[in-house]
């Protein structure tokens, strides 16, 4: 079976969230597209959908295909966006990875700041320094 690849309008808007954050670079991943600093991940897209869940059929119990993210989170965000429920679901593979289920009604001013987050949290801190001075 042959991966759908995730909307190219989508990853547009991805792109230009992370490619302003300093030494972000974007790859193709396993399924989909990640964003990444000094070789960790920060944020990735794909379309979940037979043989490219990432978990995602096994936890929401949806058949899929979705748009969904992944990114990083901790300390209080984690906790809540754990328990949030859909549109967030948490993988059980990373301590510290959340998946977002994209759509109509996505907010993309929480998915900026969630991808800010996800970079400080894999950034190393001379970086995570210039982006609070900018």
């Known amino acids: 079976m042959s991966r759908i690849e995730p909307d190219a309008d989508v990853v547009g ?57 992944t990114f990083h989170a901790s300390g209080d965000e984690l906790l809540a966006l754990t328990h949030a429920g859909l549109p967030f679901y948490k993988p059980p593979w990373s301590p510290t990875i959340i998946g977002l289920v994209l759509g109509e009604d996505t907010d993309w001013t929480e998915v900026a700041e969630l991808l800010t987050e996800s970079f400080r949290i894999c950034a190393p801190q001379k970086l995570v320094r210039l982006l609070d001075q900018a």
């Open 13 to 69: 808007r991805l792109r230009d969230l992370t490619l302003t954050l300093p030494d972000a670079y974007e790859e193709d991943a396993w399924t989909g597209v990640r964003w990444r600093v000094r070789k960790k991940t920060f944020g990735h897209v794909m379309v979940a959908q037979d043989g490219y869940e990432s978990s995602y059929r096994e936890i929401t119990g949806l058949p899929g295909p979705e748009t969904i993210m």
